[in-house]
């Protein structure tokens, strides 16, 4: 996919969506899940969609909630249930939807305490911990959650994910059964779902309001050493992108006395004070330099910049020797840091995604760390993050969570806040910043260079780029190099990667359909020289055309 001439400048008139007519949409489209396209469906981290396409609707939360009622009784979740939401101009109706269907369901509905004031936005790794916390005090009342966001998709879309009592993504057993029973809903024309008036269910006992801020910050120094990073006198600059934690920052300077300056203070749903990423569209993604492009700008304003995506799950870091960071090194480097400064067990795994750099096993393998690949999905790291079997868990699109100080459970969702804080602790303990950091562990265990391509794909040619076997890679040979392996299955868990990844022992690719855009991706990676990554993303690209021609496509 080439890079769009207005990528990394400013958002134009002409970029930003009609919020009045997306809300509009919301209430009045109805979506016929008879087509594929408009029914509930839950890929890597929950169902996403836009009301302007019929796949984010009205009908499809309050479906979503009810089918959620339901399963918490079969389930025997009697608990509460945390809601949160990002700022998305699609998140605040569908709140209001999700409210009114649990509240009639007898579901006991936590949210943030400011909420109902059009504020009161919860980043999920908070709805993670408050789930975790409130668990452990209270194992006959067994809470789970719920976050209205799509991520760092763009200002037109909206999204909804399920985090049951562990804590983090719902796993896809359980997805599967709220996307059966939900679409079951819609067809039968949503009779079966309980529902009361917003202002009814606004007046009812089950909705209660808590302190989710300083229940979150308070605890910030069980996983980081906040203290270090005040002695040290870090400073630290800090664009929300006008997501969810914009309200979290100043709290958690005041409550540690660090130097945190947040760089943009404005909250829009149209996501106008963006700049354009690559494909020339409004995405809130921490991992791009053309969505950073602000921030990187003020890269010698401070000793450590970081931005995060409107739910905060996902971060990115800037600093003044290197700019923004690729996500996998920063993922090397915390590994590092982390199995070198933390009294954790030898035995802790370190989880990545198979399509994370080689560069983590290498830090693996150096330090004697147990490795686990999984497929692509935070949900494949839960378990192990919940029972402390995994002391990290990351994956290439710059989300990840580790364990707390004390090797117990932080959280079981992607934390943005702590691996943004994490950057700052490395400098204030080691006196380099992640990039030097970074550039030391390049010299000893090798130079990666990584690319990531996409390109348009049909539905059709999702499904069959899913369903790839070694038996579709009929070359014996990669970018020159002989191949080692065809993997369709993690090694880590054997779950179905959903695509293919091919090894050689300078380099890989992998190849895998989107789970929320109609798009396929090409992950790519070479240890010799930025040539010999071209070839392999050449090859690679070759190799996923034959199985759509082969397929008739």
């Given at each position: 996919?080439?890079v769009?001439?207005?990528?990394?400048?400013?958002?134009?008139?002409?970029?930003?969506?009609?919020?009045?007519?997306?809300?509009?949409?919301?209430?009045?489209?109805?979506?016929?899940?008879?087509?594929?396209?408009?029914?509930?469906?839950?890929?890597?981290?929950?169902?996403?969609?836009?009301?302007?396409?019929?796949?984010f609707?009205?009908q499809h939360?309050?479906?979503?909630?009810?089918?959620?009622?339901?399963?918490?009784?079969?389930?025997?979740?009697?608990?509460?249930?945390?809601?949160?939401k990002?700022?998305?101009?699609?998140?605040?109706?569908?709140?209001?939807?999700?409210?009114?269907?649990?509240?009639?369901?007898?579901?006991?509905?936590?949210?943030?305490?400011?909420a109902?004031?059009?504020?009161?936005?919860?980043?999920?790794?908070?709805?993670?911990?408050?789930?975790?916390?409130?668990?452990?005090?209270?194992?006959?009342?067994?809470?789970?959650?719920?976050?209205?966001?799509?991520?760092?998709?763009?200002?037109?879309?909206?999204?909804?994910?399920?985090?049951?009592?562990?804590?983090?993504?719902?796993?896809?057993?359980?997805?599967?059964?709220?996307?059966?029973?939900?679409?079951?809903?819609?067809?039968a024309?949503?009779?079966?779902?309980?529902?009361?008036?917003?202002?009814?269910?606004?007046?009812?006992?089950?909705?209660?309001k808590?302190?989710?801020?300083?229940?979150?910050?308070?605890?910030?120094?069980?996983?980081i050493?906040?203290?270090?990073?005040?002695?040290?006198?870090?400073t630290?600059?800090?664009?929300?992108?006008?997501?969810?934690?914009?309200?979290?920052?100043?709290?958690?300077a005041?409550?540690?006395?660090?130097?945190?300056?947040?760089?943009?203070?404005?909250?829009?749903?149209?996501?106008?004070?963006?700049?354009?990423?690559?494909?020339?569209?409004?995405?809130?993604?921490?991992?791009?330099?053309?969505?950073?492009?602000?921030?990187?700008?003020?890269?010698?304003?401070?000793?450590i910049?970081?931005?995060?995506?409107?739910?905060?799950?996902r971060?990115?870091?800037?600093?003044?020797s290197?700019?923004?960071?690729?996500?996998?090194?920063?993922?090397?480097?915390?590994?590092?840091?982390l199995?070198?400064?933390r009294?954790?067990?030898?035995?802790?795994?370190?989880?990545?995604?198979?399509?994370?750099?080689?560069?983590?096993?290498?830090?693996?393998?150096?330090?004697?760390?147990?490795?686990?690949?999984?497929?692509?999905?935070?949900?494949?790291?839960?378990?192990?993050?919940?029972?402390?079997?995994?002391?990290?868990?990351?994956?290439?699109?710059?989300?990840?969570?580790?364990?707390?100080?004390?090797?117990?459970?932080?959280?079981?969702?992607k934390?943005g806040?702590?691996?943004?804080?994490?950057?700052?602790?490395?400098?204030?303990?080691?006196?380099?910043?992640?990039?030097?950091?970074?550039?030391?562990?390049?010299?000893?265990l090798?130079?990666?260079?990584?690319?990531?391509?996409?390109?348009?794909?049909?539905?059709?040619?999702?499904?069959?780029?899913?369903?790839?076997?070694?038996?579709?890679v009929?070359?014996?040979?990669?970018?020159?190099?002989?191949?080692?392996?065809?993997?369709?299955h993690?090694?880590?868990?054997?779950?179905?990667?959903?695509?293919?990844?091919?090894?050689?022992?300078n380099?890989?690719?992998?190849?895998r359909?989107?789970?929320?855009?109609?798009?396929?991706?090409?992950?790519?990676?070479?240890?010799?020289?930025?040539?010999?990554?071209?070839?392999?993303?050449s090859?690679?690209?070759a190799?996923?055309?034959?199985?759509?021609?082969?397929?008739?496509?």
């Open positions: 996919m080439s769009h001439a207005f990528a990394g400048k400013p958002v134009r008139p002409q970029d930003r969506i009609n919020i009045g007519q997306l809300v509009s949409d919301y209430f009045t489209q109805t979506p016929d899940v008879s087509l594929a396209a408009e029914q509930v469906s839950f890929g890597t981290s929950g169902h996403r969609g836009s009301a302007s396409k019929r796949s609707n009205e939360i309050i479906a979503i909630c009810q089918a959620i009622a339901e399963y918490r009784q079969d389930n025997g979740i009697n608990g509460p249930l945390f809601l949160g990002d700022t998305h101009a699609l998140s605040e109706p569908a709140f209001a939807s999700a409210i009114s269907v649990l509240i009639a369901n007898g579901v006991n509905v936590v949210i943030q305490s400011d109902l004031s059009g504020k009161g936005f919860t980043p999920t790794p908070v709805i993670s911990r408050l789930i975790i916390c409130h668990n452990k005090s209270d194992a006959n009342n067994i809470a789970d959650g719920l976050v209205i966001t799509p991520s760092h998709n763009p200002p037109s879309d909206g999204g909804i994910k399920y985090n049951p009592p562990h804590g983090g993504p719902a796993e896809c057993d359980i997805t599967k059964k709220i996307e059966q029973r939900a679409n079951e809903l819609i067809a024309n949503s009779v079966a779902i309980k529902q009361l008036s917003y202002q009814q269910a606004l007046q009812s006992p089950l909705l209660v808590e302190d989710f801020i300083n229940h979150y910050v308070t605890q910030l120094d069980q996983v050493d906040m203290q270090a990073i005040a002695k040290a006198g870090v630290i600059g800090v664009d929300p992108l006008g997501g969810s934690g914009i309200d979290y920052w100043p709290v958690i005041q409550q540690y006395d660090l130097k945190i300056k947040v760089v943009n203070e404005v909250v829009d749903a149209s996501f106008a004070f963006m700049s354009l990423d690559k494909d020339g569209k409004i995405r809130m993604d921490c991992s791009s330099k053309y969505a950073m492009a602000g921030l990187i700008a003020m890269k010698d304003d401070f000793d910049s970081v931005g995060n995506d409107p739910d905060f799950d971060h990115g870091i800037v600093t003044p290197g700019g923004l960071m690729n996500p996998n090194h920063y993922l090397a480097v915390a590994i590092h840091y199995m070198t400064h009294n954790w067990p030898k035995s802790c795994k370190i989880g990545k995604t198979l399509v994370s750099s080689s560069l983590i096993d290498r830090v693996a393998n150096q330090l004697s760390l147990p490795l686990s690949e999984v497929p692509v999905g935070f949900k494949w790291f839960v378990d192990g993050l919940a029972d402390a079997s995994y002391a990290f868990g990351g994956e290439e699109s710059a989300g990840a969570s580790f364990l707390a100080r004390d090797g117990s459970t932080w959280t079981t969702d934390d806040f702590i691996l943004a804080l994490l950057a700052a602790e490395i400098l204030a303990v080691t006196g380099k910043d992640p990039y030097q950091y970074y550039l030391e562990l390049a010299t000893t090798g130079q990666p260079c990584y690319g990531r391509v996409e390109a348009v794909a049909s539905f059709e040619q999702k499904r069959v780029l899913t369903a790839l076997s070694k038996d579709d009929s070359a014996d040979i990669l970018a020159g190099d002989k191949i080692i392996q065809v993997l369709s993690a090694p880590g868990n054997g779950a179905a990667i959903g695509g293919i990844k091919v090894v050689t022992d380099g890989w690719f992998a190849a359909p989107s789970g929320t855009e109609e798009i396929y991706k090409i992950y790519a990676e070479s240890f010799i020289d930025d040539d010999h990554l071209q070839k392999i993303i090859e690679a690209q190799i996923v055309s034959a199985s759509f021609k082969a397929a008739g496509l």
